[in-house]
C-alpha cells in the first residue's frame, strides 16, 4: 500500500452507483474532477433493482439529474417520456446503468466500502487531520484494498438496513429467531412463489408508509382471488386515520392514489386493523404459527407471514472512525434535521438545501440522498439530486454555485411523520394546507414542478 501526505491531486470518492451517488459523479466530471465510483452490488441502482417490481410515485420529469441528463445525451441516449411513471426496474434498466455506462471505467462493482477513515488517524488525532487523505477500505472478491480520496461523498442509502419489526428499535424477542417468517421489504406479489408464500395465509403488516400501503392493497386484491387471506394491520399510532390523511392534497398525485387506494383495501377488504401496537415479542406454537405480542399484553396469535415495513436506518459502523455531527432524533447531518424531522415538519416539506447543510466536522466528507435523511422517510429523488449538485461545487471550490439555491420541490400534503404517532394532538399541521402555486423547474429539457 502506496502512502500518500497531500490530498489534493486525489479523486473524490463516491460510495454506491444508485440514482444519488451516479448523479454526484456525473456533477463531479461536468466540473473535470477525478472521480471514482464505488458500488458493492454488480451492477448500476442494486439497491433500486431489488424494489424493481415497485412502480415509481414520481414520474421520470422528477427522476432524471438534469447534468446526467447532458451526460447522456452526447452518447445518443434517448430520454424516457417524462410524464411516464417508471418502475424501479426500468428506473435502473432506462437510467441508471446507461449513466453508469457513460461514466466509463471509474464505476468499481463488486466494492463494497468497509470503513472510511482520516489516513493514519483514528478518530482522536486531530493533527494534520484536515490535509490528510481520506483512506476507504473497500472489500472486493479479489481481497480487501484502500484507495486514498481527498474526498467522500457517501450515497449508501439506507435500503441494506430496514428498521426491525421490535417496537423499541431492537428486534423483538424472537424476532431474529423467526426471521424466515419475517420479510423487511415490500414483496413482489406478481412472483408465483411469493404469491404461493401469502395466499391464504393470516399475513401481520407493520407499518403506514408507501410500502406498507402498497401490501395491504396487494394482500386484499390476493384475499379477493383466494378467501382465507386474511391481513393484521399493526400500527404504532393510536389514531390509523393519520395515516392516511393528507392523500387528498399530495403534489405527486401517484402517491396521493396509492393513499386513497389503501386506506379503500382497508375499509373493504379482509384487513384487521389494530393501532397503538408496539411488538414486543414473536414467539411460535406447536404447528409454527407465530403469536405477535405488544408491550401492553395484546397478542395477534396464529399468524403465518409477517411483513414488517417499518422504514429504514443509516449504517454508520463504516464511519466510526469519522468525525460526524449527527442529530441525535434521526441521525441526519444536525442541520439539515430541523427541515426534515417529521416531529416539527407534520407533514413532509422538505426546504432544497446542499453543501452547508450537509457539511461534517471531518472537512471533504458528505453524506447525501437517501442515507443523508437518517430515519427520516421524506427523501425524493429530486432532492438528492440538487445535495449533489451542491455537494460537487463544493468539492470543485465553486462556492458560489454550492450555495445557489437550484430546485422547487412539490409539497406532499402527507401529514403526520412517523416520529408524531405519539402526539394524539398531531393531526396535521400547518404545511397541510393546500401547496401555494407550484413553480416550475428545468431539468436537462424536462420539465416539472
Ligand atoms: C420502494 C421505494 C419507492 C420509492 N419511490 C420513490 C419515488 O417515486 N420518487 C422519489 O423521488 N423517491 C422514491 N423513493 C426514494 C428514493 O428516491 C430511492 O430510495 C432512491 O433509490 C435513493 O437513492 P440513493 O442513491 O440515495 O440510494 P440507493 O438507491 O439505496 O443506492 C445506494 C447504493 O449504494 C450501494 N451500497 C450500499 N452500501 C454500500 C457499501 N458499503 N459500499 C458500496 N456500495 C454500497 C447500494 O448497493 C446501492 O446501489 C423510493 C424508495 C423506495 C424504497
Known amino acids: 500500500m502506496s502512502v500518500r501526505s497531500t490530498a489534493a491531486d486525489l479523486p473524490v470518492v463516491v460510495i454506491g452507483a444508485g440514482p444519488s451517488g451516479l448523479a454526484a459523479a456525473a456533477h463531479?466530471?461536468?466540473r473535470?474532477?477525478?472521480?471514482?465510483v464505488l458500488e458493492s452490488g454488480p451492477c448500476a441502482g442494486a439497491a433500486v433493482r431489488e424494489w424493481g417490481h415497485v412502480r415509481l410515485f414520481s414520474s421520470w420529469s422528477e427522476l432524471v439529474d438534469p447534468v446526467a441528463a447532458d451526460l447522456l445525451q452526447t452518447l445518443g441516449w434517448t430520454a424516457p417520456n417524462p410524464k411516464g411513471y417508471p418502475t424501479g426496474a426500468d428506473w435502473a434498466d432506462a437510467y441508471l446503468q446507461p449513466l453508469a455506462g457513460a461514466l466509463g471505467d471509474v464505476v468499481l462493482y463488486g466494492h463494497a466500502v468497509t470503513a472510511v477513515t482520516k489516513q493514519s488517524r483514528d478518530r482522536l488525532v486531530s493533527s494534520g487531520r484536515d490535509e490528510a487523505p481520506f483512506t476507504v477500505r473497500v472489500q472486493t472478491s479479489a481481497g480487501e484494498k484502500v484507495i486514498f480520496a481527498r474526498g467522500v461523498i457517501d450515497a449508501t442509502g439506507t435500503w441494506g438496513t430496514p428498521n426491525p419489526l421490535g417496537g423499541d428499535g431492537v428486534p423483538a424477542i424472537g424476532e431474529i429467531e423467526h426471521a424466515n417468517q419475517i420479510s423487511y421489504r415490500i414483496p413482489n406479489f406478481r412472483d408465483e412463489d411469493v404469491r404461493a408464500r401469502y395466499v391464504g395465509r393470516h399475513v401481520v403488516v407493520a407499518g403506514t408508509g408507501a410500502s406498507a400501503k402498497g401490501a395491504l392493497i396487494a394482500l386484499t386484491a390476493l384475499a379477493q382471488e383466494a378467501p382465507g387471506t386474511r391481513v393484521s394491520w399493526i400500527v404504532r399510532r393510536s389514531n390509523v386515520g393519520e395515516a392516511f390523511a393528507g392523500s387528498g392534497q399530495d403534489e405527486l398525485p401517484q402517491r396521493g392514489a396509492l393513499g386513497q387506494e389503501a386506506k379503500a383495501a382497508v375499509d373493504a377488504g379482509p384487513v384487521a386493523t389494530i393501532s397503538g401496537f408496539r411488538t414486543a415479542s414473536v414467539t411460535s406454537d406447536a404447528n409454527g404459527a407465530l403469536d405477535v405480542t405488544s408491550f401492553d399484553g395484546r397478542s395477534i396469535t396464529g399468524v403465518d407471514e409477517i411483513i414488517a415495513l417499518t422504514g429504514f436506518r443509516p449504517d454508520l459502523d463504516f464511519l466510526s472512525e469519522l468525525r460526524l455531527d449527527l442529530d441525535p432524533i434521526l441521525q441526519a447531518p444536525r442541520a439539515l434535521a430541523p427541515l426534515i424531522d417529521p416531529n416539527e415538519h407534520s407533514c413532509?416539506?422538505?426546504?432544497?438545501?446542499?453543501?452547508?447543510?450537509?457539511?461534517?466536522?471531518?472537512?471533504?466528507?458528505f453524506a447525501v440522498g437517501m442515507k443523508s435523511y437518517g430515519r427520516a422517510t421524506s427523501f425524493l429523488a429530486l432532492t438528492g439530486f440538487?445535495?449533489?449538485?451542491?455537494v460537487a461545487a463544493s468539492l470543485a471550490g465553486d462556492h458560489e454555485a454550492a450555495a445557489r439555491v437550484e430546485l422547487t420541490l412539490p409539497d406532499t400534503g402527507v401529514c403526520g411523520g412517523a416520529g408524531a404517532f405519539d402526539d394524539e394532538s398531531a393531526e396535521g399541521g400547518a404545511c397541510c394546507a393546500p401547496a401555494s402555486a407550484p413553480e416550475f423547474v428545468t431539468l436537462g429539457g424536462l420539465t416539472t414542478r
Request: hydrophobic residues 30%; charged residues 20%; glycine residues 10%.
Open 348 to 365: 413532509g416539506t422538505v426546504y432544497p438545501h446542499g453543501a452547508k447543510e450537509l457539511a461534517q466536522p471531518e472537512v471533504g466528507f
Open 28 to 30: 463531479l466530471h461536468s
Open 386 to 390: 440538487e445535495q449533489t449538485r451542491s
Open 32 to 36: 473535470n474532477v477525478d472521480v471514482i
